[in-house]
């Protein structure tokens, strides 16, 4: 999840792993304030181990934050259980 604010409609960013870009440009709409944040999900599949995450500021007319890049695992059934020996 990229969590992000704006009062611009002319910002773009990208997102890349391990060197490939994921989406192409992003762009990011105007959320009515440089502290309005709201939250654009975006899923990624990484691979196991070290990975090299990277926002690319693409287009800005200075008009936006980026307040937090998130990351989450995903929890497949069964197999959460298994993998921590509860199985």
């Not at 960013?13 to 709409?29: E, F, H, K, R």
């Not at 105007?30 to 287009?59: D, E, I, Y």
């Not at 995903?74 to 993998?83: H, K, N, T």
Request: glycine residues 10%.
């Amino acid at each position: 999840t990229v969590r992000y604010a704006s009062i611009g409609i002319n910002n773009q960013y990208s997102i890349q792993a391990n060197g490939q870009d994921l989406y192409g440009n992003i762009t990011v709409p105007a959320t009515g304030g440089l502290q309005t944040f709201l939250p654009s999900r975006n899923t990624v599949q990484l691979n196991q181990g070290l990975n090299l995450v990277r926002l690319n500021v693409v287009q800005s007319d200075g008009t936006f934050n980026i307040n937090r890049l998130n990351f989450t695992r995903p929890v497949v059934m069964g197999l959460e259980a298994e993998a921590e020996g509860h199985a």
